[in-house]
């Protein structure tokens, strides 16, 4: 569920990041969570860890790509 406003359409690098985010909040048990309240309902803890996360596979994704 995505809410634009002001009529800004989404790039292809925000829909990435968001289906990445909504991926891992799944995987951390969270989806629900945030289905019912929001992203906003996290925890600061919660809301890092899924950050930590998004970095960690980014950086995978980029070191796979770059090898030889």
Same mark, same amino acid.
Do not use: F
């Given at each position: 569920?995505?809410?634009? /406003?002001?009529?800004?359409?989404? /790039?292809?690098?925000?829909?990435?990041?968001?289906?990445?985010?909504?991926?891992?909040?799944?995987?951390?048990?969270?989806?629900?969570?945030? @289905?019912?309240?929001?992203?906003?309902?996290?925890?600061? @803890?919660?809301?890092?860890?899924?950050?930590?996360?998004?970095?960690?596979?980014?950086?995978?994704?980029? @070191?796979?790509? /770059?090898?030889?």
């Amino acid at each position: 569920m995505l809410i634009l /406003t002001k009529e800004r359409k989404k /790039t292809n690098i925000e829909d990435l990041k968001g289906s990445l985010k909504y991926e891992i909040a799944e995987e951390l048990g969270l989806l629900d969570k945030v @289905e019912k309240y929001g992203w906003g309902s996290l925890t600061a @803890e919660e809301t890092g860890r899924i950050g930590g996360y998004m970095a960690h596979r980014k950086r995978k994704k980029r @070191e796979k790509l /770059t090898r030889p």
